[in-house]
């Protein structure tokens, strides 16, 4: 049995990773800095390093599931030095701590690690990170600062998350095409979108097979390719607003201050090979989900 400290437990991936702890023979601790009426969360700041090693200690942890970070892709431009701290110091203390104690740090990192230079064939783990944004490069810190400790871990880089909790893409959208006559959604960014349920029950298999032998980068996402106009069809038809009018259009037609990837389609095979996670298909999965939103 492993103690598994899990962070940001109130986000998307936490909320599905309590889910996953019900049925499991592990024991789990699940921290945040924002408390949620009825659902159990001890505090803990990552940022401060003699908070996360006394955790680790007293609690006896040996594995810890990062999914907490800093994740407003906008606003990081202007609050560079609060994304840096989430997004690069914190793993940093995290793998500081699992290093101390030998244990396993699993950190999510992002396809915003990528987008720079132009590439139209799925990225892979050896691909050179070129973010374009401080969101992407902050994330990017924090992988190399956690390679760098030379701890126990694996990285994995998802993209597109969406789930029953929270604010994301599906839950907007589903919102908008059943309340909006028409909306207008860009389709020349491509990649593929992730259950977080999916990514959680991936993490699962990864902390009951880590031998101490897998340590590195992995990619995590579902199957298929779509861009964000497909991924808004989809949703649209999953949740039955199919008088709504979603048209196509580029990504200068939504100015920011940040250019996303136009491509960030991720490769899977690492994880699939070296772990045996299987991975479902970007549709079923979406169609599970939304099923669960309106039946909640």
């Known amino acids: ?20 702890a019900k049925s499991s023979a592990n024991r789990f601790i699940f921290t945040d800095v924002n408390e949620v009426e009825g659902v159990e969360t001890t505090f803990l700041d990552i940022t401060d390093l003699d908070a996360v090693r006394k955790m680790v200690v007293e609690c006896g942890i040996d594995t810890i599931v990062n999914c907490a970070a800093y994740t407003n892709v906008d606003r990081a431009e202007e609050e560079v030095e609060i994304a840096t701290l989430l997004n690069a110091k914190a793993p ?10 030998g244990g396993l740090l699993i950190h999510i990192s992002t396809d915003y690690v990528f987008g720079k230079e132009p590439y139209n064939t799925p990225c892979t783990e050896e691909q050179t990170g070129t973010p374009t944004g401080i969101y992407g490069q902050t994330k990017l810190l924090g ?3 956690i390679l760098a400790t030379e701890c126990h871990h694996v990285i994995i880089r998802t993209a597109w998350l969406y789930s029953e909790f929270g604010k994301n893409f599906c839950k907007t959208m589903m919102n ?17 979108p992730t259950y977080a349920l999916d990514l959680a029950k991936a993490i699962e298999v990864v902390i009951n097979r880590f031998d101490g032998t897998q340590r590195g980068i992995y990619h995590y996402s579902n199957e298929g390719v779509c861009s964000w106009f497909d991924f808004t069809k989809m949703i649209a038809l999953y949740n039955g607003s199919t008088e709504c009018d979603v048209q196509p259009c580029h990504s200068n037609e939504f100015p920011s201050p940040v250019k996303r990837p136009s491509y960030s389609v991720l490769d899977k095979t690492k994880i699939k090979e070296v772990f045996g996670v299987k991975v479902p298909y970007w549709t079923d999965s979406l169609e599970k989900c939304i099923y669960n939103i309106k039946n909640q």
Do not use: H, S
């Open 92 to 101: 940093e203390n995290l793998a500081k701590a699992m290093k101390e104690v």
């Open 1 to 20: 049995m492993r103690n598994i400290l899990i962070t940001g437990a109130n986000g998307q991936l936490g909320n599905e990773m309590r889910i996953i």
């Open 143 to 145: 992988e190399q600062a």
């Open 176 to 192: 908008l095409t059943a309340t909006k006559p028409q909306l207008k959604v860009v389709f020349d960014q491509v990649g593929t």
